[in-house]
């Protein structure tokens, strides 16, 4: 039997630990919203396994009405037009009695969650989970190591995206 | 962990699962505290404390154990940016794949130590023989003394027993000082065991010459230790001689042909289960794996790799987004070295 690395639910979280940590105000520090996303499901081709698609209605996922001041609302990642094999569920945070005070939660930065400083266990018992392994995916052929100049796949903006978003740095 | 709860509050986010509300933690991965090997007794252990866990709490219990990262081959579609469709590998956990290298290793061990004890059986009888062929002058004349057959036939088996039961003590005593020096500890009982062990080995291997002794007789010493080939003509090629040399002593040639297709049958088979493991188990000795990083070798059956949850969600026609399932998944150390 085999596990898909990715089989741990995931929760993103909108917004960059980097802007977090320079919030200024009480407002920049809310959280208005996050999405959990679900498991990739795979089908099987010639030698290995290919990501089932998944319908995401993305205008309902993303369309939570999260203002930016001046710049309007805001806009969905230019990545999640990419296919997407995870299934989204956006949580916006719901008003208040005081719609200028959302009933939000307020991040406080803590630190950054670093897998290599996790309790090291022996290399051959080390299971390939999101939680101890930083998300990628290495180049399995001439042509994808090319395309990725040698480097591993990394998860982008898109949520719902093969590669998920872990914890992970 | 103190923070879940805020995010799972129905009245403060949208879209919040009940169930999920109600087990919120997807994986919780357990190790057991102290040494344990794969050996039976540890995995007998594992697998009752997994037991107990599903037993008492009512999870899933994937029991990782020996699992190891094995390369899964991912076609991935292209993106809408551009990005063309890609040939990726990721590292999935293949499960019990050090146990059964372990169990290959020790089948392997195995039937190297019944190949090891059948070439020294040969090789003690040819040397037994060898023994009692040089000895026919002397064996002639303790049966021209009056020794009877079965007293000759004692003689050489009792002195064979001795032989080997000396041997055996030599070997014991040499064994623990030289596994010190290569960090090997063998059991003690084990090693008692090879002293009757080597003791009947001897014993069984000087049944034959034995036998031969017993029907010793005077005239025996003016008798060629090897056959006259009886030739019609004499060799004329050095093919022709050493053909001939080779039917002199047809017992001890059967014996050398022995030893020799035994070593290459050896020899064939750990190159078989070399190959077959695809030189994944590299440094095996004697049962001491020192890699168990094992190939992707094709696919099994059709949704029989995939994670139970995959499995379950499809078949409830559940949603894709996370559901509250808990799972724990307990991982053992390993100590393959």
Known sequence: MRLDPSAAAIVAARGDAAQLENAGNLFDRQLPEFFSTGAVGYLPTGNGLAPRRVDVDRTAVWNSGVERGAEGWADMPEEAADPMFRGIVGHRAIAGENAQRRNALLLSPVGRFDVTRLPAWSELSAVPMETYFAAGAAPGDEAARTALRGHDLLPNANFGGFLGQAPAS | ?337
């Open chain 2, 1 to 337: 962990m103190d923070a879940l709860p805020s995010f799972l509050d129905a009245s403060r986010f949208t879209n919040i699962d009940q169930a999920w509300t109600a087990a919120p933690i997807s994986v919780i991965r357990v190790r057991l505290a102290g040494e344990l090997g794969l050996d039976d007794t540890s995995r007998e252990r594992v697998r009752l404390v997994a037991e107990q866990i599903a037993t008492s709490t009512g999870l899933e219990v994937d029991i990782m154990v020996g699992s190891s990262p094995t390369p899964m081959p991912i076609a991935l579609d292209a993106g809408t940016h551009g990005r063309p469709a890609l040939a990726l590998t990721q590292s999935w956990a293949k499960k019990g794949v050090a146990v059964s290298i372990v169990n290959a290793v020790d089948r392997k061990s195995l039937l190297l130590f019944v190949l090891i004890l059948a070439v020294c059986t040969l090789f003690v009888t040819n040397a037994t023989a060898a023994a009692v062929q040089s000895r026919r002058l002397e064996l002639a004349v303790l049966s021209c003394l009056g020794w009877r057959p079965a007293a000759l036939y004692r003689h050489i088996i009792v002195e064979s027993a001795l032989y080997g039961l000396v041997a055996s003590l030599l070997g014991v005593a040499a064994t623990l000082p030289v596994g010190s020096l290569l960090g090997l500890r063998p059991d003690p009982r084990w090693l008692l065991v090879t002293v009757p062990v080597t003791t009947a080995l001897a014993v069984v291997a000087a049944l034959g010459p034995a036998r031969r002794a017993a029907r010793s007789d005077p005239a025996a010493a003016i008798r060629p230790s090897a056959l006259v080939p009886r030739r019609s003509r004499p060799p004329r090629s050095v093919a022709a001689l050493a053909l001939a040399n080779v039917t002199r002593l047809p017992g001890r040639t059967l014996l050398g042909a022995a030893s020799l297709a035994i070593g290459v049958c050896a020899l064939t088979l750990l190159a078989a289960i070399a190959v077959a493991f695809q030189g994944a188990v590299v440094g095996t000795l004697l049962g001491d794996a020192v890699s168990v990083q094992a190939p992707s070798r094709g696919l099994p059956r059709r949704g029989a790799h995939r994670p139970a949850r995959h499995r379950r969600r499809r078949r409830r026609r559940l949603p894709q987004h996370p559901r509250a399932r808990r799972r724990v998944r307990y991982a053992a150390r390993l100590r393959l070295a």
